[in-house]
């Protein structure tokens, strides 16, 4: 028999990894100042619009002037291995989400299945993986409110306005989350409906133009003008765009129906962005040349919609680009907090980042370490560097993820009952495991360091810190 944590987690041999006291029939769970519970408000609507809406923002709005200057139109074969590692991930994870349905996501299974050390460095470096893609999605921002004012005949030679403006929203999507998760999740719904809406009718008219049916038929490019290897190095930076779906079991901890409604979420955003990504990448290459429209750089997309459409075209792009970069930097931010909230809980961090506010029903003090640090990284502007660390982080949960499935089957502890179940799953599980590893590998190397530094300094925090708390004998 293990011993259970305050978060209700065990060790591996344990009999149940949540008491559940607070849950009530329909799903929804009181707030606590003791048990540090979380409403459960989002449904089904709002976990697709978590996922879809943080997935969305990057691999459409900022990235194909980027992918296509590194691998040509095979930037859309880059965005397909993107989506095959992402849906490889998303059953386990779907599976280990209805068993455990709790704030924290991958942390929460890993430390689980894994034990205490791999659950320490997973928990922290997401924390900091999360912090570098919101603030990866706030400087994109910042670029498109930017090019949005210009357009408007605002002038801003000399004005530090992108990370000006960066900075303002990422305080003030904070402070949105802050007053309550439900109003964070309806901003969420909102923008993605209107967003989709833009890009349905985008893409609807740029496929048929580049096809010919009105307009002048483009000339194909050659599909890998780089060779083969860019593909593959392409689809590391762009993975930043296929994060939504893990963030979605970040917050499992106010999703109602959790059952039902994880993996229809998880699944269901992955393959809806999969095929917006690869339209994009076809209409924009197709209208421009991989070329010019790398010339173009994070706002290329604005360039193909004003072929399209003229310069109202550009207008409506450009507010979608607002949208989707709003839509993903909100989304970051709750699991963000969702992922300290977690760690909190199972003392890596100090216990007071898992106070609830009574109030409003949200994690108040994680809301400020998801917050905080994303304003310094702002500053540094990288964007390329900002994404592929997200995404080397992200890598790592996912394919320990995959691990702590094969595990949870092999051991099949009394309380483990997901209401989901992946088929063939060591060959599912094994293989995700394997494409999240194996992608790291063609990252930049600058990236690789500061993941590794990051992952070290987990590690390093769970010596000192985890060990004073006497963790070990907790899970």
């Given at each position: ?276 990504y690869v339209a994009t990448i076809f209409v924009a290459t197709s209208a421009f040349g991989s070329g010019p ?183």
């Open positions: 028999m293990g011993t259970t944590n305050e978060a209700g987690g065990t060790n591996r041999t344990g009999e149940t990894p949540e008491s559940a006291s607070a849950t009530v029939e329909d799903g929804s769970a009181s707030v606590t100042e003791e048990g540090s519970e979380l409403e459960r408000s989002i449904g089904l609507v709002g976990g697709l619009s978590i996922g879809i809406g943080t997935m969305i923002g990057a691999g459409i709005f900022v990235f194909p002037g980027l992918a296509a200057g590194r691998a040509g139109p095979a930037a859309a074969g880059s965005f397909a291995i993107g989506a095959v590692i992402a849906l490889l991930v998303a059953l386990p994870a779907s599976e280990l989400a209805t068993a455990m349905p709790k704030s924290g996501g991958g942390y929460y299974y890993i430390s689980r299945a894994l034990g205490t050390l791999p659950g320490a460095v997973v928990g922290i470096s997401i924390w900091l993986g999360l912090v570098f893609a919101t603030a990866f999605y706030l400087v994109s921002f910042g670029n498109y409110a930017a090019a949005l004012l210009s357009e408007g005949g605002v002038n801003l030679a000399g004005l530090p306005i992108v990370d000006a403006l960066a900075l303002v929203f990422g305080v003030a999507l904070t402070a949105l989350n802050l007053v309550g998760t439900e109003n964070a999740a309806k901003l969420q719904n909102y923008v993605v409906g209107l967003l989709l809406t833009i890009l349905v009718l985008f893409l609807s008219y740029g496929s048929l133009d580049v096809l010919g049916v009105f307009g002048t038929e483009s000339t194909p490019e050659q599909f890998m003008p780089f060779g083969p290897m860019p593909m593959f190095t392409t689809a590391a930076l762009v993975f930043t765009s296929y994060l939504g779906f893990a963030q979605v079991a970040t917050v499992a901890g106010d999703i109602k129906n959790p059952g039902r409604n994880l993996p229809l979420a998880m699944v269901g955003s992955v393959l809806t962005v999969a095929v917006l429209l790398a010339g173009f750089g994070e706002t290329a997309i604005v360039e193909v919609a004003r072929a399209f459409f003229g310069d109202a075209g550009a207008l409506a792009i450009l507010l979608g680009g607002l949208l989707a970069t709003v839509s993903s930097a909100n989304a970051s931010i709750l699991s963000t907090s969702r992922a300290v909230f977690a760690v909190s809980k199972d003392a890596l961090l100090p216990t007071v980042a898992s106070r609830v506010n009574l109030q409003y029903g949200t994690p108040h003090v994680a809301l400020s370490m998801a917050g905080g640090p994303v304003l310094v990284l702002i500053a540094l502007g990288e964007v390329e560097v900002l994404a592929e660390v997200a995404s080397f982080l992200h890598l790592i949960m996912y394919g320990l993820m995959c691990v702590a499935l094969i595990v949870m089957r092999r051991d099949e502890p009394e309380w483990y009952d997901p209401d989901f179940r992946v088929p063939a799953h060591r060959l599912v599980a094994g293989v995700g495991a394997l494409a999240s590893f194996g992608l790291i590998a063609f990252m930049q190397r600058e990236s690789q360091i500061v993941g590794v530094a990051i992952m070290l300094g987990a590690a390093g925090w769970y010596k000192y810190y985890a060990a004073d708390v006497k963790l070990k004998g907790v899970l």
